[in-house]
């Protein structure tokens, strides 16, 4: 076994000159309004190297559960990224780094790790953090009855399905507590980014003693959590008020690879369209912004954050009649020109000309600078009625059946879809419906496969190519095309057992390739994501996935 990932020192925080300095007055009245107590933002003198600030930021509605293996709403698992920490985190630059794991091993063929955890990882109430903790929080979250709605990212751990779908026990997940901070984890396959996987919340430590305690209240109120991340709820006072605020304390008993930073975090619950406007008047330093604001934020006072970080486009039900042939699914595809819809998008999106958006990394490298760019289908309007009639000679069919696309029903979008069906309707002599659909109705309806052609948004809910790729896997429970085929699966499984860059671009490339050569999803535009800071503010990590926002390292050089 090879130890691959290797101890990185501590950045050091950067100090900024008197120039970029500036007094921020926040008044009495709206800070005890915001905060429901004087000493949380006030009371200490800021320090000069950035520490020890008192931050703000929004949620948009109430966190629905801080239980790590239960949540799923973006509210949920900003606050709990962070109260917890994995084996692994996300480094205020967006590498990965050591979380409560100071060390790991892997086998050569990438299915065996063994992670060595910090002896002075503790909980926030003093107790230590073990392998037992990580141990009973995956079998916990594997167990049917606990019904995480996250579990399917476990599934990668030896016996995760099995178990969860009740066809085994969970003493059989392949998680083995070698020692009090020795933990060993088999996989079902080959797969090099599971380091990466640990920063997800579903595998949070756990611990028993203290879950048992709760009596079922765990992670539904903060008097029923203890946390081992950065931050930690006040045993002295109301830390989360429902559909109000969530506080949180740095957390005194952290020992991270990096220190937390700011004394408080406290997290208001305001409507997304009101974050513009707490950035302006200092309720917030930080704030994501509507792409109609961006234009209007003053470059020298503010710092903005810009990810692109999903893909819009046509998705194919490969299972559909009709649409399980390629040469059908292409000549859609070819029908498609951009010049048919470029003028119809927002402001926050751009055409696109690949499946994999822009700001998804490579170990730590853009992913578009080492695969390339240009990957989709180039429309070829005349090329695709001769296509439509290969495809349903093979299928000895003599027409389509009536088809329906499915798309989100904004108002804009409904009429950039109507330019693309008539597109359709012209070049292929076909008629199209167009039925717009509620965001969550779309997605339940692709989730279930009800549909035959989608606008439908890649969204990953994490970095790393791997995360868009497996989505079409043939034994993905969440392949939104419901795919099939042992050639995209082998090129999948190539590139989930390779470590290094130069053997994993290989066999992605070739995978982002099938999709596109295959029509099974035809890349449209991207959509950008933006944040903004105050000027004097550094170090929040803004995750372009799962839209949290992690303040261990954030500082402010202000007076």
């Not at 990590?541 to 949290?548: A, E, L, V």
């Amino acid at each position: 076994m090879r130890d691959i990932l290797k101890a990185r020192a501590k950045a050091e925080s950067r100090k900024k000159s008197g120039a970029w300095r500036r007094t921020v007055m926040l008044r009495a009245a709206a800070l005890l309004a915001a905060v429901g107590m004087l000493f949380a933002l006030t009371g200490c003198q800021e320090t000069t190297d950035g520490s020890d600030h008192g931050f703000s930021y929004s949620l948009t509605a109430n966190p629905r559960n801080l239980d790590p293996q239960m949540a799923s709403d973006n509210n949920s698992l900003l606050v709990i990224k962070n109260l917890f920490e994995g084996l692994m985190r996300i480094g205020a630059d967006g590498e990965l780094i050591y979380g409560v794991a100071e060390s790991y091993t892997v086998s050569e063929d990438n299915t065996e790790y063994v992670f060595n955890l910090r002896k002075d990882a503790k909980w926030s109430n003093g107790e230590p953090v073990t392998a037992y903790d990580f141990e009973f929080a995956w079998r916990r979250a594997v167990m049917p009855e606990t019904k995480s709605p996250t579990v399917q990212s476990v599934y990668c751990i030896r016996g995760a399905e099995a178990i969860n779908r009740g066809m085994a026990e969970p003493e059989t997940l392949g998680v083995t507590v070698v020692g009090d901070h020795t933990l060993k984890v088999v996989l079902e396959y080959p797969y090099a980014e599971f380091p990466l996987q640990t920063t997800l919340a579903v595998y949070m430590p756990c611990n028993q003693a203290f879950f048992e305690s709760t009596g079922g209240h765990y992670g539904l109120e903060d008097d029923y959590i203890i946390s081992n991340g950065p931050f930690a709820f006040s045993t002295e006072s109301t830390a989360w008020n429902p559909d109000n605020y969530v506080r949180m304390m740095r957390n005194e008993h952290y020992s991270g690879e990096n220190k937390c930073q700011p004394r408080i975090l406290y997290l208001g619950i305001r409507q997304p369209s009101t974050d513009y406007y707490a950035l302006l008047d200092e309720t917030v330093e930080a704030a994501k912004i509507e792409s109609e604001n961006v234009a209007k934020i003053d470059a020298s006072k503010y710092r903005t954050y810009t990810y692109t970080d999903c893909t819009w486009g046509i998705l194919y039900n490969t299972a559909a009649t009709g649409f399980e042939n390629a040469y059908v699914r292409q000549a859609f595809s070819l029908c498609v020109e951009t010049g048919a819809y470029e003028n119809y998008l927002k402001d926050n999106t751009e055409v696109a000309y690949d499946i994999i958006p822009p700001a998804t990394k490579l170990n730590g490298v853009i992913y578009r600078e080492l695969a390339g760019s240009g990957m989709k289908l180039k429309a070829a309007r005349s090329e695709g009625y001769p296509l439509l009639k290969k495809g349903l000679a093979m299928l000895e069919r003599s027409s389509m059946p009536t088809i329906t696309v499915i798309c989100p029903d904004d108002p804009q979008v409904v009429e950039m879809m109507q330019q693309v069906v008539q597109s359709w309707q012209d070049s292929l002599l076909l008629y199209v419906n167009l039925e717009p659909l509620s965001e969550d109705t779309l997605n339940n309806r692709v989730a279930i496969g009800d549909y035959q052609l989608a606008l439908w948004k890649l969204a990953p809910s994490k970095d790393g190519p791997l995360t868009c790729l497996k989505l079409f896997a043939s034994d993905s429970s969440s392949n939104p095309a419901k795919l099939k085929s042992g050639a995209y699966d082998y090129l999948v499984e190539q590139a989930s057992a390779k470590t290094t860059t130069e053997d994993i671009i290989a066999p992605m490339v070739a995978a982002e390739k099938y999709l596109n050569d295959m029509a099974v999803f035809f890349p449209m535009y991207y959509e950008t994501t933006y944040y903004a800071t105050w000027k004097e503010v550094e170090g929040i990590y803004f995750s372009p996935f799962d839209g949290t926002a992690d303040y261990c390292n954030a500082v402010y050089y202000g007076d």
